[in-house]
């Protein structure tokens, strides 16, 4: 059967035609996202994402290049999508979408207050457009507990598709009301009267009741989606698919035992194919793929390592491990690497050093194999060359032996498949080009690291001072006598304070050099770096303690005495977005708590064929926690062009 293409969704088509509509929100502490990926089998010819909620127990479907939630009901795409219900009181966690064929589509999650792994189907058949499960219920069964011979009846059961999940219902009558539970969505806030008609907090259903009944008399009755609960024996931490393949690995914890194990889940024959366990004291928290599905890294939560697993897929417990110290516990991992291709080989050997070509940039590293790790309580990412197995130090000038200190804790790391071009040009103007992680801080900030050095990804300007009317905005205080000192302009840049080129090393703040007559040297403090142990001395240079800025003093016909200053900004000159613009109000908006960035790729040009060049492009979903928000970032332009909300 062919594939489906995604169908749009115009909410603007209904809310224009009825002032009575009421805007639901889609997300609900919106935690963890996946991606159906083009490239695989599915009903969807471009890719579909999925976000789970945490507060909700509601996964939503996504179209991700039309920037509209998915909808699936082709006669009436204006309507909002039947998105996928499993009950407010789960809390949902990382999720993955899996299609064994062209017409199925199940969405798996971590259950995190259960314990539990939920299959959940979307698409369940194709006739010939998608088809949701249709929810049903069993006929409601009455109890009259004080065998008075009441016998009310429960009527016009109505489920909504979208909203009705799989679980029991009880309805309890107290004496004057019926009170109302269901085991996955939870005691409701209403209470229903005889003859009234009931609906539940989160359209779930809706019934009827008529006739008398005695104090604790009840009705009972199940509804059911195809929800499918999977106990893989403790509760799942994290959980990955292996790419384009129909098996997840899932990092499960047992409370009981205090064991941590990898258990490896086959998602065609839904059973679990066997489990590696970890050592004594280890917690298995965030992982990641290396160069291949048998090469697995995980996080432990509690001592600073990393546990290498190569795993046997076939017989998971005769997996072997090797421990990697860290420097901290890690919250997160992302593996990169790259290579040059074999057009790139072939080009390399010609003389091309005027070219400008970026596989011809001697600042850059085309052949590496690195992992990201992002580390619990020193809030910074740390690189790990896994070809000589060292810790690179990313900036040799500071005291840390590491990464970049990024001044707030790291939620989530994911890399890019592919180079991509970023906004950083080389020295003969050409845009630089390379892979990159994308990384989530608590502070609220998405950034881009590159990938070969692990240096914070620059825009177009990169670290500077603003010019301000065609020159750098550093102003002279002169304090005592009149003096005249001045910073010795660079003539290749045409500037006087230099800044180191590895983004992160600078940070946005002001400078202040201040003149000490007694020493007969210049002081130099940044409101966020401190008063730096070095000293700046006419006609030397100065390189500040890691090496964010320098400059060279240079003496004036009037010399310059106590207190006399200089003052400048720095701009950190870095890829980052940390808020949101609202068309609506034309308000910027701080992302109140980033959730794990997830890097995907769809097919932006032709694709029958012919002379076109077919555009892959690379994007970001990331979902903003506490915002209630998704957004969609596009990684070459460095721009948000899509809001889910």
């Not at 892959?616 to 721009?639: C, G, K, Y």
Request: hydrophobic share 40%.
């Amino acid at each position: 059967m062919d594939r489906q293409s995604v169908i749009l969704l115009g909410f603007l088509a209904l809310t224009g035609c009825d002032d009575s509509y009421e805007h639901t929100y889609s997300f609900d502490g919106p935690v963890s996202s996946t991606v159906l990926d083009h490239r695989e089998m599915g009903p969807f010819q471009d890719a579909v994402g999925f976000v789970s909620n945490s507060r909700s127990g509601r996964i939503v479907p996504l179209d991700l290049k039309h920037a509209t939630l998915l909808s699936d009901q082709v006669a009436a795409p204006f309507l909002r999508p039947r998105w996928i219900a499993t009950g407010t009181r789960r809390i949902l966690g990382e999720i993955v979408a899996y299609s064994p064929d062209d017409i199925k589509v199940d969405i798996y999650a971590a259950d995190t207050a259960n314990g539990l792994l939920i299959q959940a189907p979307y698409i369940v058949d194709m006739d010939p457009n998608p088809v949701v499960p249709n929810a049903s219920h069993t006929e409601p069964v009455f109890e009259d507990t004080d065998g008075n011979g009441d016998a009310p009846k429960l009527q016009k059961i109505t489920l909504s598709n979208g909203w009705t999940t799989t679980e029991d219902w009880t309805i309890i009558f107290d004496g004057s009301s019926w009170r109302t539970e269901g085991s996955v969505s939870g005691l409701q806030s209403q209470m229903t009267e005889e003859g009234e008609l009931f609906q539940s907090d989160h359209k779930e259903l809706m019934f009827l009741i008529k006739g008398a009944a005695s104090r604790g008399d009840r009705f009972s009755f199940r509804t059911e989606t195809g929800i499918v609960e999977h106990d893989l024996g403790g509760n799942i931490l994290a959980m990955q698919r292996l790419p384009f393949d129909s098996l997840i690995v899932a990092a499960v914890w047992d409370p009981f035992t205090e064991r941590s194990a990898i258990v490896v889940w086959d998602l065609e024959l839904k059973l679990e194919i066997g489990r590696y366990l970890l050592p004594e004291g280890a917690q298995a928290w965030r992982m990641t793929f290396g160069a291949s599905m048998a090469d697995l890294f995980v996080a432990d939560a509690h001592h600073p390592r990393i546990f290498k697993i190569t795993l046997n897929l076939d017989h998971p417990a005769t997996s072997g491990s090797l421990e990697i110290p860290t420097a901290a516990p890690v919250s997160s991992l992302a593996y990169v690497h790259d290579a040059f291709s074999l057009i790139e080989e072939h080009l390399s050997g010609d003389d091309l050093s005027d070219t400008g070509a970026f596989f011809d940039d001697p600042a850059l590293n085309r052949t590496y194999e690195h992992l990201f790790v992002g580390l619990v309580g020193l809030s910074r990412i740390d690189v790990l060359d896994l070809r000589d197995g060292r810790w690179i130090d990313v900036n040799p000038l500071d005291d840390i032996d590491g990464g970049l200190q990024l001044e707030s804790p790291i939620i989530g790391l994911s890399a890019t498949p592919d180079r991509v071009l970023l906004g950083e040009y080389n020295d003969v103007g050409t845009r630089v080009s390379g892979k990159v992680v994308a990384a989530t801080m608590y502070s609220g900030s998405l950034v881009l690291l590159e990938g070969d050095s692990g240096c914070m990804a620059l825009n177009y300007e990169g670290p500077h001072v603003p010019i301000n009317q065609g020159f750098e905005s550093i102003q002279f205080n002169d304090v005592g006598n009149a003096s005249n000192p001045d910073m010795l302009e660079d003539e290749s840049t045409a500037r006087r304070v230099q800044m180191s080129s590895c983004g992160g090393v600078v940070r946005t703040e002001e400078w202040t050099v201040t003149f000490d007559e007694v020493l007969g040297n210049w002081e130099v403090e940044g409101t966020l770096s401190g008063v730096q142990d070095g000293r700046a001395l006419e006609g030397e240079r100065y390189v500040s303690d890691t090496g964010a800025i320098s400059f060279t003093m240079v003496a004036g016909v009037l010399p310059a005495s106590e207190g006399d200053s200089f003052q400048f900004f720095a701009d950190e000159g870095v890829l980052r977005i940390d808020a949101i613009q609202q068309s609506s109000t034309q308000q910027s908006m701080p992302m109140e708590l980033p959730s794990e960035p997830f890097v995907f790729q769809y097919l932006a040009g032709p694709t029958g064929g012919g002379w076109d060049e077919v555009d892959e492009r690379t994007f970001i979903m990331l979902p903003i926690t506490n915002s209630d928000l998704v957004i969609r970032v596009r990684i070459e332009a460095w721009r948000i062009e899509a809001i889910w909300d």
